[in-house]
């Protein structure tokens, strides 16, 4: 169990508008290319920041992962609010993924990779539920100090993320910087 997880007690924070308006989820999820009859994985789903605009996106399944059972408690309220009923709640590890082999289309990994044990079984894992030519959205925190998100220590450097996407054998890597604090990696199985 990683002791830098996400605390189920600042769900607010990921809830804020500031947050909407830097990183709007159905733009990142059209930039990804999720259509209709699509099937997406979001990697520690939370609140339903991805998953919910991707249910709304897509008429197919939409995975919400995430080891945070109160997590999914506020997701699925949010669900039965908006009569979302292609959402199927997830409780797991990014390292241990309980969907069979080439099951999803897209997968999203918004600020969650820094918090697994293993990078390196975390993207094994991510290559593993993705269909050839799937493709995976990977937000991470920029590896210096701020007054929002992980300590330093837990961050992922940028080169370092590339680097160990790369190894794992996927192709098309494109990185960028959508914000001063957030980088952004686009990559494909």
């Known amino acids: 169990m990683s002791a830098h997880r996400f605390s189920p007690s600042k769900v607010?924070?990921?809830?804020?508008?500031?947050?909407?308006?830097?990183?709007?989820?159905?733009?990142?999820?059209t930039t990804l290319g999720v259509k209709y009859g699509d099937k997406v994985l979001d990697l520690g789903a939370g609140s339903?920041?991805?998953?919910?605009?991707?249910?709304?996106?897509?008429?197919?399944?939409?995975y919400a992962l995430d080891i945070e059972v109160k997590m999914l408690d506020v997701l699925k309220e949010k669900m039965n609010t908006k009569q979302l009923t292609n959402i199927e709640l997830v409780t797991g590890r990014v390292e241990q993924i309980p969907?069979?082999?080439?099951?999803?289309?897209?997968?999203?990994?918004?600020?969650?990779?820094?918090?697994?044990?293993?990078?390196?079984?975390?993207?094994?894992?991510?290559?593993?539920?993705?269909?050839?030519?799937?493709?995976?959205?990977?937000?991470?925190?920029i590896k210096r100090e701020s007054k929002q998100g992980p300590p330093i220590e837990h961050r992922i450097h940028h080169e370092d993320m590339r680097e160990a996407i790369e190894k794992r054998g996927y192709h098309n890597v494109e990185l960028s910087f959508p914000s001063g604090s957030v980088y952004q990696v686009l990559f494909e199985k």
Do not use: Q
């Open 99 to 141: 969907l069979e082999d080439e099951s999803v289309d897209y997968v999203v990994a918004s600020m969650i990779l820094h918090e697994v044990d293993s990078l390196h079984e975390g993207l094994k894992e991510i290559h593993r539920v993705l269909k050839k030519g799937g493709r995976c959205l990977c937000l991470e925190w």
């Open 48 to 62: 339903g920041y991805f998953a919910i605009p991707a249910a709304e996106l897509t008429k197919n399944t939409v």
């Open 12 to 29: 607010h924070k990921l809830e804020s508008p500031e947050r909407y308006k830097r990183f709007p989820p159905k733009d990142l999820l």
